[in-house]
């Protein structure tokens, strides 16, 4: 197995880890079902993954701070339009983005997907 796929399944697990217990700390958070969780981390992963190659964000400390921040209200919030079962508040999705990216802060970098 690549590098890179290793380090995207790895990214796959520790965002489900996160995003579950971000939606469990989220006032208006609601996920229906464990499948919809794994469903919406997987498209918040993979949507995150691409803008972050079409922009090239992260690769600059900011893009992974501020720029990183403010991309995560947005992917975080825009989930629902695309996974039936999951509901959040644009109030709750800068609470969610605030607690998964202090969490994503402090893992380790070699989690990250280059």
Known sequence: MSNRLTKII???????SIFA????????????NIY???ISSLFIVIVDYIASTITGIHDYPIG???VG??????IIYATQFFITGYYISITSSIVAALIYSFI???????????
């Open 10 to 16: 790895t990214r796959l697990f520790i965002s489900i």
């Open 21 to 32: 217990f971000t939606v469990f700390l989220t006032p208006n958070f609601n996920i229906d």
């Open 36 to 38: 919809i969780l794994l």
């Open 64 to 66: 992974r701070g501020v």
């Open 69 to 74: 921040f403010f991309s995560a209200i947005v």
């Open 104 to 114: 994503d802060f402090i893992l380790p970098n070699d989690t990250k997907i280059e």
